[in-house]
């Protein structure tokens, strides 16, 4: 059974980068088929959904946050991570990674991370 | 953008109720919907996709129905580990989610 695991800092400053890993297990990235997203839930609120990456580099966005918003997959690591840069307070929230159920349903997201709060805050 | 909302926001309700729950569309997305139950401090469960599709180990008391703009989330059988709060995401063009509606106990 794949998990997927967010890392990275829990305070961020304002107008620097927000930077999270994604590590999977039980699966390998690199076998494609799936596609690897980034979602983000601001506290109390509902979901935002920020990106996808395919195993292959390929990415889409977010138009809203587009501009800000950078996914890189490292397969040697069996990782992939999110950069959101010049954060505000309104970036706060729970980062969430996950994947999609597979069989060409990329926006299904089937296996999701337990979730990572980042603070931004000076 | 393809907004999405949903109604009752809250909504109570015994075990054993028959629950409905509806999303709706600002434009058509044809069946490209999904539905989650998220719990607190948890990561949300896909329970159906592509409107009424079931996924894999969820229960049958679960079902989806709709197409173009307006869609629906029965649960036919209320159980107590039911009670969460559900989203709506459509993935007609990208992805946006409906703002939740929580079911809690009467």
């Known amino acids: 059974q794949v998990q997927l695991q967010e890392s990275g800092p829990g305070l961020v400053k304002p107008s620097q980068t927000l930077s999270l890993t994604c590590t999977v297990s039980?699966?390998?990235?690199?076998?494609?088929?799936?596609?690897w997203s980034w979602i983000r839930q601001h506290p109390g609120k509902g979901l935002e959904w920020i990106g996808y990456i395919y195993y292959s580099g390929s990415t889409y966005y977010n138009p809203s946050l587009k501009s800000r918003v950078t996914i890189s997959v490292d397969t040697s690591k069996n990782q992939f991570s999110l950069k959101l840069s010049s954060v505000t307070a309104a970036d706060t929230a729970v980062y969430y990674c996950?994947?999609?159920?597979?069989?060409?349903?990329?926006?299904?997201?089937?296996?999701w991370g337990q979730g990572t709060l980042v603070t931004v805050s000076s | 953008d393809i907004q999405m909302t949903q109604s009752p926001s809250t909504l109570s309700a015994s075990v054993g109720d028959r629950v409905t729950i509806t999303c709706r569309a600002s434009?058509?997305?044809?069946?490209?919907l999904a539905w989650y139950q998220q719990k607190p401090g948890k990561a949300p469960k896909l329970l159906i996709y592509?409107?009424?599709s079931l996924e894999s180990g969820v229960p049958s008391r679960f079902s989806g129905s709709g197409s173009g703009t307006e869609f629906t989330l029965t649960i036919s059988s209320l159980q107590p580990d039911d009670f969460a709060t559900y989203y709506c995401?459509?993935?007609?063009?990208?992805?946006?989610f409906g703002p939740g509606t929580k079911v809690d106990i009467k």
């Open positions: 996950a994947r999609d159920r597979g069989l060409g349903e990329f926006w299904a997201l089937s296996h």
């Open positions: 434009q058509s997305i044809s069946s490209w």
């Open positions: 039980g699966g390998s990235i690199s076998s494609g088929g799936y596609y």
């Open positions: 995401q459509q993935y007609n063009s990208y992805s946006t």
């Open positions: 592509k409107a009424s």
